[in-house]
């Protein structure tokens, strides 16, 4: 039940500000993304293979995708505050590890233990839901949903130049960094929002099979999955593409990278404007169907063609206006199909969506050599695409599950 509770900035007698919130959520996707700029050097720094060092980026989301699961239902038995400071504090230690380690093995266990991050986000939105009403609340999850999506996007160009400049450890000094100065904005600001004790994650499965056994959930949960499949198999195989196959710096690399971010607030900005009119159904199908044909031509060009990185990074552009268009809907819609089971349903969609995108980032690391080009990541994520858009069709003459 929504508190109503005053909000005083950093007083920890009260619930915690957005600004909060939103740095809680953006210190989380930063740590998406960031050192994607630097896995072809990391990978000669640890005398390992792209394909090994790219679980950093594929093992990472699958581990959210698990942890996201567990997190809300953890916080609910033992409280928001708590929970945060504590997922802050080991996310800096395990930084501090992914830093200093010795083997890529190292590192990656590491990697593994920075998941942790991902409780940022799943306590943003639950505090969020439990200070104020339905409709307050979406407004107010919009502003952390934005920054989820456009910090991944930027995070690499600020790599990039970090990496130009001191070396791919310095995006682990910065995530250092910006997790410690969260972690006392939480300390000083995050008051207690949590009114009960939970159910616990034993109550919480107990609604999955009434989820799981519908169509429309699944309709909009795999629509969101393929559609940031195709920029999560981006972020899997665009350093080894930029620097393997085009010869780009890191920075440019991560400038590159930046493209889709340009699409996608388009994508948002139209979402947010015409949803309401449009549907949700008709924004998300309309978003797959520009990403799909933005990707194609990407594909036609670079076959018939020389690999071009104008061609490539410059079509990412559709695949984040697209994916501006569909992501908002096809989450909404996942939560809508059982209004009571809201909570649950975004846990669940989520989890799907990231192991999805897991898949789709080792697949895509795994298809790249020097010898293919940049066309199997091309149609690895037009494929994708598109089957974001033929999930739609489980939705069509449904009401329930």
């Not at 005398?47 to 980026?57: D, F």
């Amino acid at each position: 039940m929504a508190t109503h509770a005053a909000v005083r900035f950093l007083d920890r007698t009260t619930p915690p500000h957005i600004a909060t919130l939103i740095l809680a959520s953006g210190i989380a996707s930063l740590n998406v993304s960031v050192f994607l700029p630097s896995l072809a050097r990391m990978a000669d720094h640890f005398g390992a293979s792209y394909a090994v060092m790219q679980l950093a980026v594929s093992g990472y989301l699958a581990m959210t995708a698990v942890l996201q699961i567990a997190m809300g239902s953890v916080a609910d038995t033992l409280g928001r505050r708590p929970v945060m400071i504590g997922a802050m504090a080991l996310f800096i230690l395990a930084t501090l590890g992914a830093l200093f380690a010795p083997t890529a093995g190292v590192f990656l266990a590491f990697r593994m233990a920075q998941a942790v991050v991902i409780t940022g986000i799943v306590l943003s939105r639950a505090v969020v839901r439990d200070t104020v009403g339905a409709t307050e609340a979406a407004s107010r999850i919009g502003y952390i949903t934005m920054g989820m999506a456009l910090i991944p996007m930027v995070g690499p160009m600020i790599g990039g130049a970090l990496d130009e400049s001191f070396g791919w450890q310095a995006s682990f000094v910065l995530l250092a960094v910006g997790g410690t100065l969260v972690l006392m904005l939480v300390v000083a600001d995050q008051g207690e929002t949590a009114q009960a004790r939970g159910d616990g994650l034993a109550a919480q499965l107990a609604h999955y099979p009434a989820l799981l056994g519908s169509r429309r959930f699944w309709g909009y949960s795999l629509c969101a999955a393929f559609a940031s499949g195709a920029f999560f198999a981006l972020l899997g195989g665009a350093s080894f593409v930029s620097g393997e196959i085009f010869g780009l710096s890191p920075v440019w690399t991560g400038i590159a990278l930046g493209s889709p971010a340009i699409g996608y607030t388009l994508g948002n900005f139209l979402s947010g404007r015409f949803s309401v009119r449009v549907g949700i159904d008709r924004m998300a199908a309309w978003g797959c169907v520009v990403a799909t044909l933005g990707l194609v031509a990407s594909l036609v060009l670079t076959v018939s063609g020389p690999d071009n990185p104008w061609v490539f990074f410059g079509f990412c552009t559709a695949l984040g206006l697209g994916n501006g268009m569909t992501l908002p809907n096809a989450m909404a819609g996942s939560i809508s199909v059982r209004p009571d089971l809201a909570g649950t349903a975004s846990g669940l969609s989520g989890a799907i969506m990231t192991a999805g995108g897991a898949a789709l980032s080792v697949l895509a690391g795994a298809m790249l050599s020097r010898e293919s080009g940049a066309w199997p990541l091309q149609a690895l994520m037009a494929g994708s695409a598109a089957l974001a858009g033929v999930s739609l069709l489980l939705v069509r003459g449904t009401q329930d599950g």
